[in-house]
Structure formats: C-alpha cells, structure tokens
C-alpha cells in the first residue's frame, strides 16, 4: 500500500480522531473529578459567584459534548473504512450497537437529550441546573464505555490506533476504572 494513499490518509483521520476521543475523556474526567457528586440546586445558590465552581460546569458541559461529537464523527468515519454504508445516524449507531460498542441506541438518545437540555448561563433556577449536570454526570459512564470500545473495535477490526499514545495510558485508567 502506497504512504500517501487515500485508505492511508482515511485511517490516518480516524487515528486522529482515536486520540481526540481520549484527549476529551481525560479533560471531560478532570473537570468532573473537582466536584463532589451529585451536587445540588442549594450548593449552586450558596456559591452562585464562585468563578471556579461555574467554570468547571461550564467545562463538563462543553467536554461531554465534545466527547460525544467526536464518538459520532469518529464511528461515522470508521464505516466509510470498513465498507459498510448508513445513510442515517441512527443507522450508524445501530450497526455500533450490533458491534457491541454502543450499549444501546436508546442510551446513546438519553445521553443526547442530557446534553440537549444544556443548563444555560441565564438559568437562575439552580435545581434544574444542579439535574442537568448531575444527568450528564451519570451518563458519563456510558460515554467513557462507547469510547473504550470504539477504541478497541478499531483497533481488532481496522487495525487503526490513536494517533499518538499521548492520553493512552490515561485513558486506560479512566475507562476501565469506570467501567
């Protein structure tokens, strides 16, 4: 196979979309990993100018739907590689689901609408803001699971790895702790 053949150039995408997947776990763990879970409307309230306490929401919200962005582009790109064909999302997460990657399509939709109802900076209600981050809290697990196997599964079948092992090692440590 020719270094700078097209197959070589998709696989060296989805290899860099392996290493984004674990780079967003390691910093999608860190920023949960400052807060005591679950945490509730009352705590928001009484610390509702702590700059650090919003800072580190507003970073799991953002990381978890990094993390899920890049799943998705990734296990979309990973069919285009392997031949198969979905001409839909759902379609992809499907054949994922087949695979054993995805637990179910309905996790994956449950984390979805946890990221959906996203708690704005506006909200002033703190016991929807304190649910909203405690749902995305309890859907990291499945999240750091997807991405373990997806990364494993690209690994068996595509003979694809991260593209570099920057976050591996940590990522390991996250996901098999988690899981």
Known sequence: MKPHSPLNAEKHHLSGLLEAIQRCVYFL????????????????????????????????????????????????????????QADSFIKVLAIFEKAGVVQSLEAWQIARAARNLAAHDYETDYDLVADHFNALYEQQEMLYQTARAFVTYTQQVLSVSPLSADFSQEFDAITLSKT
């Open 29 to 84: 763990d860190a920023s949960s990993q400052t807060l005591q879970w679950p945490i509730s409307g009352s705590f928001l309230a009484q610390n509702k100018k702590d700059k650090e306490l919003f800072e580190a929401l507003a970073a799991i919200n953002e990381r978890f739907a990094k993390l899920q962005d890049t799943l998705g582009a990734a296990m979309r790109h990973s069919l285009v590689l392997s031949g198969e």
